[in-house]
Structure formats: C-alpha cells, structure tokens
C-alpha cells in the first residue's frame, strides 16, 4: 500500500489501518511525508511546501504510527 500524511489530512491512514487490521504483518505500507497543503485557486487545496528536514519526517512518521 502506498500513501501519504496528507491524503484526506489523515483520514486514507485510518481507511488502511480499518483495511490490513488483523493482518499487519502481511502488510508493506509505503509513506510518503514533507509535502504540505495550501489553499490554491479558487478555495481549492494545492501542494505547499516541502519540508524533509530529519526533525519533520521524524515527527509524522511517529504520527503515522499511533493513528488508529
């Protein structure tokens, strides 16, 4: 499975979490992090910034591993 920190600003992580419960250790969870949101044309959401400095990615990967 692939995914990132900010599809759905969480909710993709808790849909795969719902998804491999119970087969965890079956599962290869690719996560991609450092890119930002922001507000692009329209009041639609674009890509922001990246930040891959250790200390960001260090953080969302711990963040990725409590959610649901």
Do not use: W
């Not at 491999?20 to 250790?25: L, P, S, V």
Request: glycine residues 14%.
């Amino acid at each position: 499975m692939d995914t990132a920190d900010f599809y759905g600003m969480g909710h993709n992580e808790e849909l795969i979490s719902r998804a491999i419960k119970g087969k965890r250790d079956k599962a290869f969870i690719s996560l991609k992090t450092g890119q930002f949101r922001a507000p692009g044309p329209g009041g639609t959401m674009g890509f922001g910034p990246v930040n891959a400095h250790p200390d960001h990615l260090r953080n969302a990967i711990l963040y990725s591993l409590r959610a649901p």
